[in-house]
């Protein structure tokens, strides 16, 4: 609904024909839907009220951290899954109310938790014995109470890629669920903590129920046993990673999250929170991109589309074989017949392939495609390499469209270099 193909304009986002943008901003350049962001976040919404849960949704900032994608989500409602002081900060500027905030990771720096104490946030999720003892050192030291949640490994496969995989043993992410209640009663003794619960999160893009009732379910039990020995558990954090569609995976809806945290923690009368990142960014989001020439191959061998953005803009399909799909601008190619192409960036790494054999219309130099469902771990995830600035960034509601990240200047690459005075000036 959000993307459609107009006859005269070609591909519509949020009311804006993509030509428009493409031709005044120049490509590589991002486009972020708020009115796509706003209803997916209803969305989950919806899918949790209508089960009667109580939900608190606190967007993973990790997949698309701009302050205007934050803006639009706090407006929304949502409070905000933060990994790194960085995160923290750009959270507080876009506006987000501190106690709505969660501060996951494996590794916060003395640095990081004191700036999460001062600003006195929401929710810390302790990943291990040692960071547990630590922030109870940090925050006695400050004259401070940290709230704690013990983020726990339950030992569930999630079944997605190796590489997005956090909740099986041998991950590096949270505490191992044997050591976990030992832990809890541990920080219920420390000075400067108040635990108030627990949190789990086993992976990303996950397509099945079955994993995330397993590890809630092991959570429940963990919460019922804490609860025995009469120590307070009010919080259960259940993390993000509900898959969406990217190519024909059978994405499952919310209510399915929903109805797996409603048979396993749903009578607990516990205060309960998600961390989703891509399900509610990465349909927001279509990456513009120019083809700037063709390159013909041996018979067999598809021939290449080389395009002007890659692996330093979206790196997803280069780490991950990720699937996006591709659409042309204009109206022409819609409905053209499509043969296999293979679609490259320019950068000097073999893996720089956006999609390998893709059914695509005849492109022609300087064409345009959107390169779909890149709202989530793409901008966010760029870099410079081959001395790329980062892209333009723009956001489209109801027609009207804004730039909100101008092409990085090419200067600014090398700003902040210098040269060591012993080498001279020839
Ligand atoms: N909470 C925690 C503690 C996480 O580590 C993550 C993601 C999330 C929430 C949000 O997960 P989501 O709802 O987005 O699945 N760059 C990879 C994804 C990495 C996800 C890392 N953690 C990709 O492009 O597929």
Redesign the pocket.
Known sequence: PSLHMDAQDGLIFEGVPLQTIASQMGTPCWVMGAGTLRRRTRNLRKAFTERGLGMSIHY?L??NDHLATLAVLRQEGCGA?I?SGGELRRACQAGIHPGDIVF??VGKTDAELNLALQEDIGQI?VESAEELRRLSRLATAAGAVARVAL?VNPHVDADT?D??S?GRLGDK?GIDWAEAPALYREGCALPGLEMIGLAT?I????LTAAPFRAAYARIAEMVIGLRQEGLPVHAVDC?????IRYRDELAPPPSILAGAIAETLGSLDLRLAI?????IAAPAGVLLTSVIGLKAQREGISDFAIVDAAMNDL??PS??D?WHGMIPLAPDLAYAETAPLSVVGPVCESSDVFARDRALPPLRPDDRIAILDTG??GAV?SSTYNARPRAAQVMVENGAWEVITPRQRLESLWADDSIPEWLGAG
């Open positions: 993973a990790k997949a899954d990994v996951s990771g999720n983020r890629h590489k997005i956090t992410f999160h992976g990303s893009q996950i993390g993000g990673g509900l898959g961390e989703p990142g891509r399900w790196a997803r780490l991950y990720s989530a771990y995830m």
